[in-house]
C-alpha cells in the first residue's frame, strides 16, 4: 500500500490499483445525474471489447476531470510538444469511438 499525498488529502494507492489496467476505448453514457465512463481494451480485428474499468461521475465532478485533463494535455504539450491525433482509415478504427466520448 503507498500513501500519496494530493492537496492536501492523504490517498491509499493499493498495489493492485497501482499496477492500473490499458484501455484504448472509452465509453461514455450519461443520465440526469451521473456520468458513467467504461475504460475497455480492445483488439485489433476484434469486434469484442473487455471492460477494465468502470467510472462513475457526477456532472459536476465529470466537468472538473474534463478542465483537469486540458490543463494537463497543455501542460503536457508545452514541455514535449504536440500530440497529433491521427486520421484513422476506417469507421471500425478505435481511435473514432475515442472521439465522440461525450454523446450519450
Same mark, same amino acid.
Given at each position: $500500500? ?5 492537496? +492536501? ?10 499496477? +492500473? ?7 461514455? @453514457?450519461? @443520465? &440526469? ?11 485489433? +480485428? ?11 461521475? &457526477? ?31 476506417? &469507421? ?5 469511438? $475515442? +472521439?465522440? $466520448?461525450?454523446?450519450?
Amino acid at each position: $500500500m503507498t500513501d500519496l499525498k494530493t492537496h +492536501g488529502i492523504d490517498i491509499d494507492l493499493s498495489e493492485e490499483i497501482a499496477q +492500473g489496467n490499458y484501455a484504448n476505448l472509452a465509453i461514455i @453514457s450519461h @443520465s &440526469t445525474s451521473e456520468f458513467v465512463i467504461d475504460f475497455a481494451t480492445i483488439l485489433p +480485428g476484434l469486434s469484442k471489447a473487455k471492460v477494465k474499468s468502470r467510472v462513475i461521475l &457526477t456532472p459536476e465532478h465529470a466537468k472538473r476531470l474534463l478542465y483537469s485533463l486540458q490543463e494537463n494535455i497543455t501542460r503536457y504539450e508545452s514541455n514535449i510538444g504536440k500530440i497529433e491525433i491521427p486520421k484513422p482509415h476506417t &469507421t471500425e478504427d478505435p481511435i473514432i469511438n $475515442m +472521439g465522440p $466520448m461525450g454523446k450519450a
